[in-house]
């Protein structure tokens, strides 16, 4: 006769706190110094009737443990929570809690964002009453048509895991699986759990087992023999080999393997937006940016090359020139992720950047690409950066014009007293986006924070929070133009209030320059993008007063008239013991005018305006030329 086993030890507690109790027990790695570390490093959280009952009252329970930031901007505390894991190398991550309604719904551009970007971030939206007993509540949408809708749905397409909490006892299958999206690296990006306000306040027994410590292991594919065997019998029959380095080789933390398969095999490195910072911007065989934001250097040899190896970058328009440019090349693709890796038509190697750039260093012995196209890279390299070194040694602009982005640049990196390697810059949208990519200097691999995979306006300043909370001891530059600060600027605040200092640069241009610039280069008249150019009232355009806004939000905060009183100012604002912004006016019509490659932007077919005829022109000459050069001989 067998004794009957002991049930299993349970603990009474709500969803809520069953959600942040499993949550705070997961460890991860800091990427850095390899110590075990908690994979989440907090909730941001704006509460309302939607989650202040339930979560708000589990996440109090647990402070101590999982800390609670309070944010002023449901996308914003997503951009934070998203900059961070990006900070850390997707290893360690944020949650981030909203009440039902127009909490849950500004979460929406955050979440495509870190989908598109292929960042972790866990979403836990309040939703409406699993029991429907009071509806429709407060801010709840009505489906004429289906009972089970919820605005939260509008988080399923940029989700990679979507779930409805609607019984306790999901959360055992669902927790897990959540967290395997975050961080596995194929699948890696936004997770929502939208948890229903009645069921967040549900008790259930739970197994004390589903809250044991337990760290994550983080996998990557490994590439199979015959994908290696493909790769070195293309790199071996190449005699013009050109690697691009994007995001995915800065996630593997793949600088050492790449530095040393560059050195031993004689191969230039070139780098998307996402991927700038894997190589020292010094480094002889380091190209600079490849596509249309790219270097002169990069996109002479793209052109040439007769192998691009792709090494985890999903090849972006931007990267590949609308495939302009180097789509008649052969291209090897690395990546862990075997949609990004078919982009190119070429062979792909599934697997973590790192460990296949080893493998192939390893199987490729004594070879190397031949001297003269070593020799080529290293001085197209060389003169590159003189172009760079010319244009950010500016220290005037044009007598009579006002300093441009490159001059800006300049001056920011010149302010630092030590090595630029303590600097991260942080960016996304507009203008600097390409000049940064063309001119930033960085030598660390995370020194250059840049969103542009969605390029979202808004994200600076709340990704340089996020930065900031993750890289606590890295002085942080955000530069941002003045139209994305209008659009969000809120977490100043939050970065007084946390004393998590930033240097906020605003580049004021009085509209938004980037795109007036794209509209009168298709033929269009400036209309509706800088302030002169749109519809006013009697009072006419605002002056802002960017120093004095950011001040009344508790920082410091002052405006300069040139490139030397900016100099100047960044001293001051390194020495400053909270956030510090500074303005400037600066020229939209100027731009680096180095490097560049064409970018695809449809022109209208008809037009009564003969530039618009013209720019079409253009245009097909240009959709012809692409398809001649990727068309085989």
């Given at each position: 006769?067998?004794?009957?086993?002991?049930?299993?030890?349970?603990?009474?507690?709500?969803?809520?706190?069953?959600?942040?109790?499993?949550?705070?027990?997961?460890?991860?790695?800091?990427?850095?110094?390899?110590?075990?570390?908690?994979?989440?490093?907090?909730?941001?959280?704006?509460?309302?009737?939607?989650?202040?009952?339930?979560?708000?009252?589990?996440?109090?329970?647990?402070?101590?443990?999982?800390?609670?930031?309070?944010?002023?901007?449901?996308?914003?505390?997503?951009?934070?929570?998203?900059?961070?894991?990006?900070?850390?190398?997707?290893?360690?991550?944020?949650?981030?809690?909203?009440?039902?309604?127009?909490?849950?719904?500004?979460?929406?551009?955050?979440?495509?964002?870190?989908?598109?970007?292929?960042?972790?971030?866990?979403?836990?939206?309040?939703?409406?009453?699993?029991?429907?007993?009071?509806?429709?509540?407060?801010?709840?949408?009505?489906?004429?048509?289906?009972?089970?809708?919820?605005?939260?749905?509008?988080?399923?397409?940029?989700?990679?895991?979507?779930?409805?909490?609607?019984?306790?006892?999901?959360?055992?299958?669902?927790?897990?699986?959540?967290?395997?999206?975050?961080?596995?690296?194929?699948?890696?990006?936004?997770?929502?759990?939208?948890?229903?306000?009645?069921?967040?306040?549900?008790?259930?027994?739970?197994?004390?087992?589903?809250?044991?410590?337990?760290?994550?292991?983080?996998?990557?594919?490994?590439?199979?023999?015959?994908?290696?065997?493909?790769?070195?019998?293309?790199?071996?029959?190449?005699?013009?080999?050109?690697?691009?380095?994007?995001?995915?080789?800065?996630?593997?933390?793949?600088?050492?393997?790449?530095?040393?398969?560059?050195?031993?095999?004689?191969?230039?490195?070139?780098?998307?937006?996402?991927?700038?910072?894997?190589?020292?911007?010094?480094?002889?065989?380091?190209?600079?940016?490849?596509?249309?934001?790219?270097?002169?250097?990069?996109?002479a040899l793209l052109r040439d090359a007769d192998l691009v190896i792709a090494v985890g970058t999903r090849l972006q328009d931007f990267t590949t020139g609308s495939n302009a440019l180097f789509a008649h090349v052969p291209i090897?693709?690395?990546?862990?992720?075997?949609?990004?890796?078919?982009?190119?038509?070429?062979?792909?190697?599934?697997?973590?950047?790192?460990?296949?750039?080893?493998?192939?260093?390893?199987?490729?012995?004594?070879?190397?690409?031949?001297?003269?196209?070593?020799?080529?890279?290293?001085?197209?390299?060389?003169?590159?950066?003189?172009?760079?070194?010319?244009?950010?040694?500016?220290?005037?602009?044009?007598?009579?014009?006002?300093?441009?982005?490159?001059?800006?640049?300049?001056?920011?990196?010149?302010?630092?007293?030590?090595?630029?390697?303590?600097?991260?810059?942080?960016?996304?949208?507009?203008?600097?986006?390409?000049?940064?990519?063309?001119?930033?200097?960085?030598?660390?691999?995370?020194?250059?924070?840049?969103?542009?995979?969605?390029?979202?306006?808004?994200?600076?300043?709340?990704?340089?929070?996020?930065?900031?909370?993750?890289?606590?001891?890295?002085?942080?530059?955000?530069?941002?133009?003045?139209?994305?600060?209008?659009?969000?600027?809120?977490?100043?605040?939050?970065?007084?209030?946390?004393?998590?200092?930033?240097?906020?640069?605003?580049?004021?241009?009085?509209?938004?320059?980037?795109?007036?610039?794209?509209?009168?280069?298709?033929?269009?008249?400036?209309?509706?993008?800088?302030?002169?150019?749109?519809?006013?009232?009697?009072?006419?355009?605002?002056?802002?007063?960017?120093?004095?806004?950011?001040?009344?939000?508790?920082?410091?905060?002052?405006?300069?008239?040139?490139?030397?009183?900016?100099?100047?100012?960044?001293?001051?604002?390194?020495?400053?013991?909270?956030?510090?912004?500074?303005?400037?006016?600066?020229?939209?019509?100027?731009?680096?005018?180095?490097?560049?490659?064409?970018?695809?932007?449809?022109?209208?077919?008809?037009?009564?305006?003969?530039?618009?005829?013209?720019?079409?022109?253009?245009?097909?000459?240009?959709?012809?030329?692409?398809?001649?050069?990727?068309?085989?001989?």
């Amino acid at each position: 006769m067998t004794t009957p086993s002991s049930p299993p030890a349970t603990v009474r507690l709500t969803t809520a706190q069953a959600l942040v109790r499993y949550l705070a027990a997961l460890q991860g790695r800091d990427p850095d110094s390899d110590v075990s570390a908690p994979l989440f490093g907090g909730v941001f959280a704006i509460f309302g009737h939607g989650n202040v009952a339930g979560l708000g009252e589990a996440l109090h329970g647990i402070r101590d443990t999982l800390p609670t930031y309070r944010a002023h901007n449901e996308q914003a505390m997503a951009h934070t929570a998203i900059a961070y894991a990006k900070a850390h190398m997707r290893r360690r991550m944020m949650a981030v809690t909203t009440s039902i309604g127009p909490g849950a719904t500004n979460l929406v551009t955050a979440a495509a964002l870190a989908h598109v970007n292929r960042l972790p971030v866990l979403l836990l939206p309040g939703d409406i009453f699993v029991s429907r007993a009071p509806d429709p509540v407060l801010q709840q949408l009505e489906d004429f048509g289906d009972g089970t809708v919820s605005v939260n749905d509008c988080l399923r397409p940029v989700s990679r895991y979507f779930d409805r909490i609607v019984r306790p006892e999901q959360l055992l299958t669902a927790l897990p699986r959540a967290i395997r999206a975050l961080t596995d690296a194929a699948l890696c990006g936004p997770v929502t759990l939208a948890l229903p306000q009645d069921v967040q306040a549900e008790a259930y027994d739970w197994p004390l087992a589903f809250f044991e410590p337990r760290e994550i292991v983080f996998r990557a594919p490994q590439p199979t023999d015959d994908e290696l065997m493909h790769a070195l019998d293309a790199i071996e029959a190449a005699e013009r080999p050109v690697i691009v380095a994007g995001g995915g080789a800065l996630y593997a933390r793949a600088t050492p393997q790449l530095l040393a398969f560059a050195d031993k095999h004689g191969v230039p490195v070139c780098e998307t937006q996402a991927g700038k910072g894997v190589l020292p911007w010094n480094h002889p065989l380091h190209l600079g940016p490849a596509g249309v934001c790219g270097s002169t250097a990069a996109n002479a040899l793209l052109r040439d090359a007769d192998l691009v190896i792709a090494v985890g970058t999903r090849l972006q328009d931007f990267t590949t020139g609308s495939n302009a440019l180097f789509a008649h090349v052969p291209i090897l693709s690395v990546n862990v992720n075997t949609f990004d890796a078919l982009k190119g038509n070429g062979l792909e190697v599934i697997g973590d950047a790192a460990r296949v750039l080893d493998d192939l260093g390893f199987g490729l012995e004594d070879w190397t690409a031949p001297e003269a196209w070593t020799l080529r890279a290293r001085q197209l390299a060389g003169a590159w950066l003189d172009i760079v070194a010319r244009t950010t040694d500016a220290r005037q602009p044009p007598a009579g014009r006002l300093p441009y982005d490159g001059e800006v640049i300049g001056a920011v990196q010149r302010s630092s007293s030590r090595s630029t390697q303590d600097d991260v810059v942080v960016c996304a949208a507009g203008t600097l986006p390409a000049e940064l990519e063309k001119l930033w200097r960085t030598e660390t691999p995370g020194g250059y924070h840049m969103e542009y995979g969605y390029s979202c306006m808004g994200y600076e300043i709340a990704g340089g929070l996020g930065v900031k909370m993750a890289l606590p001891d890295r002085e942080v530059v955000v530069m941002v133009g003045d139209g994305s600060y209008l659009m969000m600027n809120s977490e100043i605040a939050t970065s007084v209030m946390l004393d998590a200092k930033l240097i906020v640069v605003v580049l004021d241009n009085r509209g938004y320059g980037c795109i007036n610039r794209l509209q009168q280069s298709t033929g269009s008249a400036a209309f509706n993008n800088m302030f002169d150019d749109c519809v006013q009232g009697r009072h006419g355009a605002p002056t802002i007063d960017f120093a004095a806004h950011a001040r009344a939000m508790g920082a410091i905060a002052e405006h300069v008239a040139d490139i030397a009183g900016l100099e100047a100012a960044m001293e001051r604002a390194r020495a400053a013991d909270r956030t510090y912004l500074i303005s400037i006016d600066t020229d939209h019509t100027r731009t680096t005018d180095e490097g560049g490659a064409w970018w695809e932007v449809a022109i209208p077919e008809v037009s009564s305006r003969d530039a618009v005829r013209d720019a079409r022109a253009g245009y097909d000459t240009a959709i012809v030329a692409r398809k001649t050069r990727n068309t085989p001989t």
